[in-house]
């Protein structure tokens, strides 16, 4: 079955250790995303990537890393200098725009506990 | 840049009656795309519905509707016959038609089916 996938679905780390989620995608789509959700908040946009080895900046991209050296794969770095790293870490992608279907789709998501 | 609004954080509905969510968003664009998708207690996102711009008819998937008002810049959802694994939150998104990766999301509505 094609989807995303994102592991660990749980992951405990100390403060000050940088922290490495993991998102893979076998849609074949070229388009891939990280979001961050906050309790009773949206998504908010860390990075993007439109194709291999190439990335934007999205809204809160402080304190956060990404990589795009495989269509499959889009990792993102947790930084230490991420100074409120505790959330909820969505992956998606989605087809170029001129391609249909056009929606993301999502992966299940990465709850992260710095202490 | 796009915004997209709820302005309902929460609503509540009666099994098996009628809820409509409101959404509305900015945008100087002609051709884009509009989303809702769905988010349960499992934090995976789940595509309800979408509309094209350039489309009048408004798309329906079930008990799932839309209002789309493209001159008013407004996308609410009509649930029909709500159902109690209808209580999610619920996002509203928009993507620019031709040349857009870049998605835009709604604060959310939490949405409770009452028994």
């Known amino acids: 079955d094609g989807g995303i996938t994102q592991s660990p679905k749980y992951l405990f780390r100390k403060e000050g250790q940088n922290v490495t989620l993991s998102c893979e995608q076998n849609?074949?789509?070229?388009?891939m995303y990280w979001y961050r959700q906050d309790p009773g908040q949206g998504l908010r946009l860390i990075y993007y990537?439109?194709?291999?080895?190439?990335?934007q900046k999205g809204d809160i991209a402080e304190g956060y890393s990404v990589s795009r050296e495989k269509k499959e794969s889009f990792p993102l770095t947790v930084t230490s200098a991420q100074k409120n790293p505790t959330a909820f870490y969505l992956c998606?992608?989605?087809?170029?725009?001129?391609?249909?279907?056009?929606?993301?789709?999502f992966g299940p998501g990465t709850r992260l506990t710095v202490t | 840049a796009q915004t997209v609004t709820q302005s309902q954080p929460e609503m509540s509905v009666q099994e098996a009656e009628t809820v409509t969510l409101s959404c509305t968003y900015d945008?100087?664009?002609?051709?884009?795309?509009l989303f809702w998708y769905k988010q349960p207690p499992s934090r995976q996102m789940i595509l309800v519905i979408r509309?094209?711009?350039?489309?009048?008819q408004n798309a329906t998937e079930n008990r799932f509707s839309v209002n789309f008002q493209k001159a008013a810049k407004s996308f609410s959802l009509k649930i029909s016959d709500s159902q109690l694994g209808d209580a999610a939150m619920y996002f509203c998104?928009?993507?620019?038609?031709?040349?857009?990766?870049?998605?835009?999301f709604g604060t959310g509505t939490s949405l409770t089916v009452i028994p």
């Open positions: 998606a992608s989605s087809p170029q725009p001129q391609g249909t279907p056009y929606e993301q789709y």
């Open positions: 849609l074949n789509h070229d388009a």
């Open positions: 990537s439109q194709i291999v080895n190439d990335f």
């Open positions: 945008t100087s664009e002609s051709d884009y795309y």
């Open positions: 509309q094209e711009a350039y489309k009048q």
């Open positions: 998104a928009y993507r620019r038609g031709s040349t857009g990766n870049q998605f835009y």
